[in-house]
């Protein structure tokens, strides 16, 4: 393995060809009217697809607790797992709500 000299200004391509993934395109421009419109209904789906993901592992995660303290199951890993997906996707869930809402304090406080 040979050890590169670090230049001023280096393609990205040199520094890590395995990162590429696939072939680039530019990115979709969004237009005012229709499209706006159909970004932010996007956005709305995702997000009430993601918080309901977050519910589903919530009460997954509450049943198997359940069914491991009525010794329906015998395995504690999958109970584990199940509490452990909840609890990382909730903590996550928190943290993309905490970053809203200092966004959207740093936008109320801006000087107009």
């Not at 890590?16 to 932010?40: F, H, L, M, R």
């Not at 519910?55 to 452990?84: C, F, I, N, W, Y």
């Not at 909840?86 to 936008?107: C, E, M, P």
């Amino acid at each position: 393995m040979s050890i590169l000299p670090i230049a001023p200004i280096m393609p990205l391509g040199v520094i890590n060809p395995i990162a590429q993934t696939g072939p680039e395109t530019a990115p979709e421009t969004v237009s005012t009217g229709d499209g706006a419109q159909k970004a932010s209904t996007d956005f709305a789906k995702f997000f009430s697809d993601a918080l309901s993901q977050v519910d589903a592992l919530q009460t997954k995660a509450d049943s198997a607790s359940l069914a491991l303290a009525t010794g329906q199951v015998q395995d504690l890993s999958e109970v584990m797992v199940a509490l452990e997906k909840a609890n990382l996707s909730l903590s996550l869930t928190v943290a993309t709500r905490d970053k809203v809402l200092d966004a959207y304090n740093q936008i109320m406080r801006m000087q107009i």
